[in-house]
């Protein structure tokens, strides 16, 4: 039995697992490496940080992705592999339609807009919403909520909960919550969190905002290409953690006008190309004229075309609008 075939039949849980010793074990670990269908998706730079010789990384790597399915498939297996793909409601039928049934997992979902538009309503909407179970909508899980604007409440949460019939006090504890101070430690906190989605069933996965922290540290033109390198990188290693759990992954986004354009929109998210090609899909939410009212334009999809849909944000959380223009009620 040659090599390849003995590394298909040996399956590794945990770390331990690759025979890599306590003082690897613990190097991986600090790096952010807590599981092995991290590990999988690792680069061997990545490991030699952890002064692990790149022969010796390209080993664990391979040792890891043994456990991982084939890199190649047929596409007809690929449709398989998509009927994987699990959907979050919004709250709002209307949004839901608009995504095709809800939010899909194993990618990125990214909500910019003004101030005020609902980016953070929808979040907080969402880590209700995932508590339930799949025939109301829900994925049956937690979620994982990183805030580096001091936005989440749990008030909100708990008004939220009560309006789904939910336990309040359930639903609170069913949310991983922790505050980013500044870019690397949003950056560390999600490098970080492998071992904790795994130990807590976390199927979804918010960073709210995405760029707040990395626009106000990384100011100046020549500073730009270091703030871009590190925002890649953040965004890579979000979809790697939606794909190894199956997870919702989901950011909002400030915006930025441009004076100089005369036509079309002059509001554009922050982030520029690199989150622009790293966000699966790309809804941009605006403010209507009655009040409550929101406007949610699909600005990108992989697959789903162009289109507006309108909801509201209530005292109860995300709903659709009545054929009068109000709050659905029931």
Do not use: W
Not at 222 to 229: C, V, Y
Not at 232 to 248: E, M, Q, S, T
Request: proline content about 3%; glycine content about 8%; some cysteine.
């Amino acid at each position: 039995m040659n090599e390849e075939a003995a590394l298909e039949k040996k399956r590794y849980e945990r770390l331990e697992d690759l025979e890599i010793g306590p003082a690897i074990s613990k190097k991986l670990r600090e790096l952010g490496f807590h599981t092995v269908e991290n590990l999988g998706m690792a680069t061997a730079k990545e490991l030699e940080q952890a002064g692990i010789s790149k022969k010796k990384a390209v080993e664990l790597i391979r040792k890891a992705r043994s456990c991982m399915p084939l890199p190649f498939i047929r596409g007809d297996e690929l449709l398989k592999m998509r009927q994987t793909v699990l959907r979050l409601t919004t709250g709002s039928r209307m949004l839901d339609k608009l995504l095709d049934g809800g939010i899909e997992s194993q990618s990125i979902t990214e909500f910019y807009g003004e101030f005020g538009s609902g980016k953070s309503q929808i979040c907080h909407q969402l880590c209700v919403n995932v508590q339930l179970p799949p025939e109301r909508g829900g994925l049956g899980g937690a979620a994982l909520y990183i805030d580096t604007e001091n936005t989440f409440r749990t008030e909100r949460i708990i008004q939220m909960a009560k309006n789904l019939h939910l336990d309040p006090q359930e639903a609170i504890k069913n949310i991983i919550f922790a505050e980013a101070y500044t870019s690397d430690h949003q950056m560390f906190l999600l490098e970080n969190a492998d071992k904790v989605i795994k130990e807590n069933g976390v199927r979804l996965i918010i960073v709210d905002s995405l760029t707040s922290h990395f626009r106000s540290e990384y100011l100046g033109r020549e500073m730009l290409a270091e703030r871009q390198q590190k925002l890649n990188k953040h965004l890579h290693r979000l979809i790697r953690l939606a794909r190894a759990f199956n997870a919702v992954a989901v950011v909002t986004n400030q915006v930025m006008s441009k004076p100089d354009v005369f036509f079309g929109d002059a509001i554009h998210p922050v982030g520029g190309h690199v989150v622009a090609h790293t966000s699966h899909t790309r809804v941009f939410l605006r403010k209507s004229a009655r009040g409550s009212v929101r406007i949610a334009r699909l600005v990108s999809s992989p697959y789903l075309p162009e289109g507006e849909g309108i909801f509201i944000v209530s005292e109860r959380g995300i709903e659709d609008v009545n054929e009068e223009g109000g709050e659905r009620r029931g």
